[in-house]
Nanobody, 116 residues
Framework: QVQLVESGGGLVQPGGSLRLSCVASGSIFSINVMGWYRQAPGKQRELVAHITIGGRTNYADSVSGRFTISRDNAKNTVYLQMNSLKPEDTAVYYC??????????WGQGTQVTVSS
């Protein structure tokens, strides 16, 4: 079973930046489309960005132009660079497979709070 460990969250002022990391155990990481998801209080979890095996990326409209997803297959790691953060970006952020109906077990996530 693949284990996912997210890190890099924190408290940041509006307009600030954070870089999230997610390390996945297991060698199958490199053959999967990976995504970053977020869940705000009282809302459903949503996919905000995904990256294919070949490195093609796609973003939700709400984060396009501000967030950048990348991956390092040699390190089994996916990143999310978040710039120009807004209060509405406040959520717990998770990584997992994307564009699939079969998710791995969810990690603990990393809290991102955007507030002045």
């Amino acid at each position: 079973q693949v284990q996912l460990v997210e890190s890099g969250g924190g408290l940041v002022q509006p307009g600030g930046s954070l870089r999230l990391s997610c390390v996945a155990s297991g060698s199958i990481f490199s053959i999967n489309v990976m995504g970053w998801y977020r869940q705000a209080p009282g809302k459903q979890r949503e996919l905000v960005a995904h990256i294919t095996i070949g490195g093609r990326t796609n973003y939700a409209d709400s984060v396009s132009g501000r967030f950048t997803i990348s991956r390092d297959n040699a390190k089994n790691t996916v990143y999310l660079q978040m710039n120009s953060l807004k209060p509405e970006d406040t959520a717990v952020y998770y990584c997992n497979r994307a564009l699939t109906s079969g998710f791995w077990s969810w990690g603990q996530g990393t809290q991102v709070t955007v507030s002045s």
